[in-house]
């Protein structure tokens, strides 16, 4: 799964996405009876997104007698890097660790989660600096103003 990550999706296009995700590969059927309930939309709304997803290349199509089979291009795990990487690429990086602190304290997490955690931040400590550079232009953060 290589698709060239450009991640422009809607919070409707995940649900989708989650579901083929989760499926590994589904019909536009399978889709519907997922989300039709959860989400109150109706058949048609879920085909359209699915054929945005297609058109973003995020969805491969099979066609299987008179029904089309969509699968990922891109996975669950390349797709929320992604999608982070981007919210940390519009902060200052001073602000970087903070913005982590407030999802780690906002999330559930399990034994494992955090054991998974404190071995990568014991890593991370051997490369750790003693400042983090702004990369904002002046006027874009309070640490870039003189």
């Known amino acids: ?33 997922v989300l039709q309930d959860k989400m109150g939309w109706k058949p048609t709304t879920i085909k359209t997104l699915i054929g945005r997803l297609v058109e973003k ?17 891109v996975t669950e795990e390349e797709s929320v890097k ?8 519009h902060i200052c990086n001073k602000k970087i660790g903070k913005t982590i602190v407030n999802i780690l304290a906002e999330a559930t997490l399990s034994h494992d989660d955090i054991l998974l955690l404190t071995e990568v931040l014991e890593q991370k400590k051997k490369q750790a600096v003693n400042e983090i550079a702004c990369n904002c232009t002046k006027g874009q953060c309070d640490c870039c103003k003189e």
């Open 1 to 33: 799964m290589t698709a060239k990550l450009k991640l422009a999706i809607t919070d409707a296009e995940w649900e989708i996405m989650r579901v083929i995700w989760t499926a590994k590969s589904a019909s536009s059927k399978e889709i519907i009876s």
């Open 82 to 89: 992604k999608v982070t990487l981007d919210v940390f690429s």
């Open 57 to 73: 290349n995020l969805l491969a199509t099979q066609a299987v007698g008179n029904k089309f089979i969509y699968t990922p291009t």
